[in-house]
């Protein structure tokens, strides 16, 4: 058994040697930890829960690096640098050997993105990870959904399926497989985000499923697409296009710029629907992973 | 039954009146939100849960208004105004009467601090809040809980254990008083922390209980404190030094700043011990809240 102290020291120097580098002026231990930028700071919050964003019985280790992982992506996806992270942790386990793992995992993707654990909360309470993610641009532009405009070319940077397809190994039993790595373990696209963040003009994560994050970025952009389904590298099958947890960057380029080695799945139009095409005879609708549906 | 949309569209727009003034540049429904600031960046996040947070069976809005102040207060004990927040909600229920009563207590903060909501995440799982504060300092000063030094003065502002008591009224089935009302909807310490923040040496909100809550502040200064019971004004009786939930600020000042208006409770030491004074005879040791125990 942990008091909430003793939880509380094998948190507190996480990451603690980027301070200086991220400009982190009151680190943990305060009523609130402080940094200073000179540019815009950009933030997101992610919430991931048992049984719906992680399986049951997957080590802390790997609930810890997942869950901030994941939200790491939403930084990607402004085509920003990470600065630091924060993590609020409901569980109704307290020994110590489960927060000494879940640190473990939070100590590696620290040390893999150069940034520090900043702050944080601990209450008893059913297994809940929210983490809280800063950035800020790496230059000057950030990347928003809203900017995609009819004639730009859409791409993405990797197949789409392997999460689901490393899931499913999970489920099936398999212990470490690419797939199930790249489920457990998604890798931010944060060099992406800083080679498109300049050319791109829209761009989102794909969380939830390719086709269903596209048209949350066509939405916000006021239009529509045509989508080559033949284009798309897919794992499994067609259905990999509404396939979530890839955590890939879907984003939008106007056709005057130079852009190479991405999959270049469709193009932006001005009619706000979206249309298929597949000489292969491919026929999908839009599905995508919705809470409380 | 609502869908995840529908939800966020009770949210969206919470608190998009003050997106000028507190320099939001980009608000809610992109990966992440983004605002500016010539000063550091102060932040915070805490978890508010039934049953240990507020007690079951309070009205959604309240619940939503209480988490929010309970963070914000971290912004004031730092001395700081509070330029936006998100929030993070894990809930069972669905129905949308929830959510709007639950989105107009959020309202209803945002408007009281006039402050945006930029951000959070919905999940379907036992309820659980968790709110992210961010802010700035006033002037330059950020407020530190390892400022204090011997000879300092000890204070608060307000007496202790009226949270207490309001919520063993609302317990005992007391639907609204004066106690019920501060237990439900603290007020953040912004004009206080403003106030001191060019003169305190340190400084803390009392959440967890005056004296436990002054040991953390005794402790990251490395000094000790005598503490005068008669001089601390209480509500029901003396263990109310112990009575968590108030959100007062405890702060010290150096013996040379005028300071007045405040009760001063004690001096800082260099022992690193805490001795206690009373001439009514009061007997007391510290307690307080601890999540584990």
């Known amino acids: 058994m942990a008091s909430e102290f003793e939880l509380i020291d094998l948190f507190k120097d996480i990451g603690s040697k980027y301070y200086s580098k991220n400009s982190i002026i009151i680190p943990p231990g305060d009523d609130c930890a402080a940094f200073t930028s000179s540019k815009p700071i950009v933030t997101s919050v992610d919430s991931s829960i048992e049984d719906i964003h992680f399986p049951k019985d997957i080590k802390p280790s790997l609930i810890a690096y997942r ?102 190994e999970l489920k099936s039993g398999l212990k470490e497989s690419i797939n199930t790595n790249y489920y457990l373990k998604p890798k931010p696209k944060f060099a992406l985000g800083e080679k498109i963040s300049e050319i791109a003009s829209a761009c989102i994560d794909t969380s939830d499923g390719l086709l269903v994050d596209l048209k949350h970025l066509l939405d916000s952009s006021g239009v529509g697409a045509e989508i080559y389904l033949d284009e ?62």
């Open 67 to 168: 869950s901030i992982a994941v939200a790491l992506s939403d930084i990607a996806a402004m085509g920003c640098r990470p600065i630091a992270f924060s993590i609020s942790i409901s569980n109704l386990i307290n020994n110590r050997e489960w927060y000494e793992d879940f640190a473990s995992g939070v100590k590696e993707i620290s040390d893999e993105y150069e940034i520090p654990l900043i702050g944080g909360d601990f209450v008893k309470g059913p297994l809940n990870i929210n983490v809280i993610v800063y950035g800020e641009p790496y230059n000057k532009a950030i990347l928003k959904r809203n900017g995609a405009r009819e004639g730009d070319g859409i791409y993405i940077s990797e197949q789409v399926g392997r999460a689901k397809q490393g899931l499913n």
């Open 232 to 293: 798309i590298p897919i794992t499994k099958d067609i259905n990999d296009v509404n396939a979530g947890d890839d955590y890939d960057l879907c984003f939008t380029v106007p056709s005057k710029a130079n852009i190479t080695n991405f999959y270049k799945i469709g193009e932006v139009t001005n009619d706000k629907s979206i249309k298929f095409f597949s000489e292969k005879g491919y026929d999908i609708s839009i599905e995508g992973y919705e809470h409380f549906k």
